[in-house]
Every structure is written in structure tokens, then in C-alpha cells.
């Protein structure tokens, strides 16, 4: 057994996501994370409030792994370019952590500031990006809602096997991408 004293909340966390992306997130318990961690599952009290309040860190730690790499990818591009990287790393995100991916779409209590401001860095990130477009304010928001849903609709049908047409994925992933940002200039022609 591991000594209690070396284990730290990022060691809880890598490990609580190892097994949601090997085996899903059902399979998250506080008995198969101790065993993970080679330690009693009392041990894990030193750490956390118990399996809701993993559920909770893994959300917020998702967020900020998959903004980081949404931020990576935009980083010195704009407009059409930003989004297509952009789009293209969430999608990799969601297919590489799958489990992790599912806790990004914890479902937040209004008073939980913390996950609360984890998702909110990525709508910045993304309306800031779609603002090369010089769309009013609220097309800005309805143009971050329609981008983040296509690519979440995308990638839970990928991960459901919902696309049993013998076509290639990640062509038929360009062909929304590029129709999704034709429609932006199409619709909103000031940002050229």
C-alpha cells in the first residue's frame, strides 16, 4: 500500500480519470479508485468529501484541461482559423478522455463558483475568438452556443457509435466544420 501521506489531490484525480477513460464514469468508485491508488478507502476522507465531491473536482479539472487546450489551439490564429484548430482540439479532447470529457458536462449548483468559473473560461475563450467576426453581442452568444453543440453532438454520437454509415468520421467532421463556418460569413458578411 501506498503511504497516505503521498498521496495529494492531483494523484486522486489522474487516477479517478484513468478509470473513467478506461471504463466509464459508472465505474468510478470510492473502492475502485483506493484500489487504483493502492490505499484503504477511508484514506480518500483525507482528501475529498466522499464520490459526489470527486464527481465535482473531476468536472472542474476537465474544464480547465480542455480549456487549456482549446487556448492552445487558437493561440496565434483568429477568425476561421481559431475555430477550425479550436474545433478540431475539442474533439480530440473528447475522443482521448472520453470519461473526463462526460465530467466537463457536470451539471453545476448555482452557489459553486469554482466549477461555475472553470466553465466559464472556455465561453470566453470562445466568444473572444468569434468577436474577429464583429458580431453584435448576442449573435456572439448564439454563435458560441451553436459551435459548442455541434461539437458536443459530434463527439457524444462518436463516442455512442451513432454513426454507423461507412463514411469517414473525421471527413464528415471537416464537412460540418467548414458548413458551420461558411454559415458565419454567409449570415454575418461584416465580419470579413
Known amino acids: 500500500m501506498a503511504a497516505r501521506n503521498s498521496i495529494k489531490l492531483n494523484h486522486i484525480l489522474q487516477a479517478a480519470t484513468d478509470i473513467i477513460d478506461e471504463k466509464g464514469v459508472e465505474e468510478l468508485t470510492l473502492a475502485s479508485l483506493a484500489q487504483k491508488l493502492e490505499i484503504r478507502s477511508p484514506s480518500l476522507y483525507n482528501h475529498v468529501d466522499g464520490l459526489q465531491d470527486i464527481k465535482r473536482q473531476l468536472s472542474i479539472y476537465g474544464l480547465k484541461q480542455l480549456c487549456s487546450e482549446l487556448m492552445r489551439a487558437a493561440i496565434g490564429r483568429a477568425g476561421d482559423d481559431a475555430l477550425r484548430e479550436m474545433a ?3 474533439i480530440v479532447f473528447a475522443r482521448s478522455h472520453p470519461g473526463l470529457y462526460e465530467m466537463t458536462l457536470f451539471i453545476s ?3 459553486d463558483a469554482e466549477l461555475n468559473q472553470a466553465g466559464q473560461e472556455i465561453v470566453e475563450l470562445v466568444t473572444q475568438v468569434l468577436r474577429a467576426y464583429r458580431l453584435e453581442e448576442s449573435h456572439t452568444i448564439h454563435m458560441a452556443r451553436a459551435f459548442r ?6 463527439a457524444s454520437l462518436e463516442h ?7 463514411l469517414d468520421l473525421d471527413e464528415s467532421f471537416n464537412e460540418m466544420l467548414e458548413t458551420f463556418l461558411a454559415g458565419l460569413h454567409v449570415r454575418f458578411p461584416q465580419g470579413q
Do not use: I
Open 88 to 90: 478540431k482540439a475539442y
Open 109 to 111: 449548483v448555482d452557489d
Open 149 to 154: 453543440s455541434f461539437l458536443h453532438g459530434f
Open 160 to 166: 455512442r457509435g451513432g454513426f454507423g454509415l461507412p
